[in-house]
C-alpha cells in the first residue's frame, strides 16, 4: 500500500471514528461528551453543523466508493480448476508461471524469464514475460515468438481466455527493453 493510500485509509477512518463518537454522544448519555456536544453544539451552531454534513459527506463517498470497488474490481483467483468425471484438478498459479517458465527457456534459449501469470474468474488470464536474449538481432522476433508460446499454451492447451500477452525482451549485455504488446 502507497504512503498516500495509507495516509486517506486513516484519515477516512478517523473522520469515520469521529462521527461515529458524535452520533454515539448525542443518541446515548455519556457524561463529559454529551456535556461538551450541547455545550459546542450551543456555542457554535454554524461549525457543527457544517463539520457535521463534511462528516456525512465522506462517510457517503466512502461508502459509495466502497460499493463501486465491491461491484467492479475483477476477482483475482489463484488456482486453476477442472472438473471432470473422475474428481477435481486444482492446478496453482505458481505451477502455471513455471510450466511457461520452463516451456520458454527450452523452446527460445531465453535468459532467466519472469512469468506473471494473473488468473481471473471465468477462466481468463493476463500474462507478463520479462526475459533476457543472447543475441540482440532477433529480439522482436523472439519477443513475438514468446507470445505466441505463451497464447498458445493458455489458450490452446489449457483452454484459457487470454488477453494478448505483454513480453518485454533486453539483450543480455544491456538494460534496453523491448516491449511487445
Same mark, same amino acid.
Given at each position: 500500500?502507497?504512503?498516500?493510500?495509507?495516509?486517506?485509509?486513516?484519515?477516512?477512518?478517523?473522520?469515520?471514528?469521529?462521527?461515529?463518537?458524535?452520533?454515539?454522544?448525542?443518541?446515548?448519555?455519556?457524561?463529559?461528551?454529551?456535556?461538551?456536544?450541547?455545550?459546542?453544539?450551543?456555542?457554535?451552531?454554524?461549525?457543527?453543523?457544517?463539520?457535521?454534513?463534511?462528516?456525512?459527506?465522506?462517510?457517503?463517498?466512502?461508502?459509495?466508493?466502497?460499493?463501486?470497488?465491491?461491484?467492479?474490481?475483477?476477482?483475482?483467483?489463484?488456482?486453476?480448476?477442472?472438473?471432470? +468425471?473422475?474428481?477435481? %484438478?486444482?492446478?496453482?498459479?505458481?505451477?502455471?508461471?513455471?510450466?511457461? @517458465?520452463?516451456? &520458454?527457456?527450452? *523452446? /527460445?534459449?531465453?535468459?532467466?524469464?519472469?512469468?506473471?501469470?494473473?488468473?481471473?474468474?471465468?477462466?481468463?488470464?493476463?500474462?507478463?514475460?520479462?526475459?533476457?536474449?543472447? +543475441?540482440?538481432?532477433? %529480439?522482436?522476433?523472439?519477443?513475438?515468438?514468446?507470445?505466441?508460446?505463451? @497464447?498458445?499454451? &493458455?489458450?490452446? *492447451? /489449457?483452454?484459457?481466455?487470454?488477453?494478448?500477452?505483454?513480453?518485454?525482451?533486453?539483450?543480455?549485455?544491456?538494460?534496453?527493453?523491448?516491449?511487445?504488446?
Amino acid at each position: 500500500m502507497s504512503r498516500f493510500a495509507k495516509f486517506m485509509v486513516t484519515l477516512v477512518g478517523i473522520i469515520l471514528v469521529l462521527l461515529a463518537v458524535f452520533e454515539l454522544g448525542q443518541l446515548y448519555p455519556v457524561p463529559w461528551l454529551t456535556e461538551w456536544l450541547a455545550e459546542m453544539t450551543v456555542s457554535y451552531p454554524m461549525v457543527w453543523s457544517s463539520l457535521l454534513i463534511v462528516f456525512a459527506a465522506v462517510a457517503g463517498i466512502v461508502g459509495v466508493l466502497m460499493i463501486i470497488v465491491g461491484l467492479f474490481r475483477p476477482v483475482k483467483v489463484n488456482t486453476l480448476t477442472y472438473e471432470g +468425471d473422475h474428481g477435481q %484438478l486444482t492446478i496453482p498459479q505458481r505451477a502455471l508461471e513455471r510450466d511457461l @517458465q520452463y516451456r &520458454l527457456v527450452s *523452446q /527460445l534459449n531465453l535468459i532467466d524469464p519472469d512469468v506473471q501469470i494473473k488468473l481471473r474468474n471465468r477462466h481468463r488470464v493476463r500474462v507478463k514475460i520479462d526475459s533476457m536474449v543472447s +543475441d540482440k538481432a532477433k %529480439l522482436e522476433s523472439v519477443a513475438q515468438q514468446a507470445a505466441v508460446i505463451a @497464447q498458445d499454451y &493458455l489458450s490452446q *492447451q /489449457l483452454g484459457l481466455k487470454v488477453e494478448q500477452p505483454v513480453v518485454q525482451v533486453r539483450p543480455a549485455d544491456h538494460e534496453r527493453k523491448l516491449t511487445v504488446v
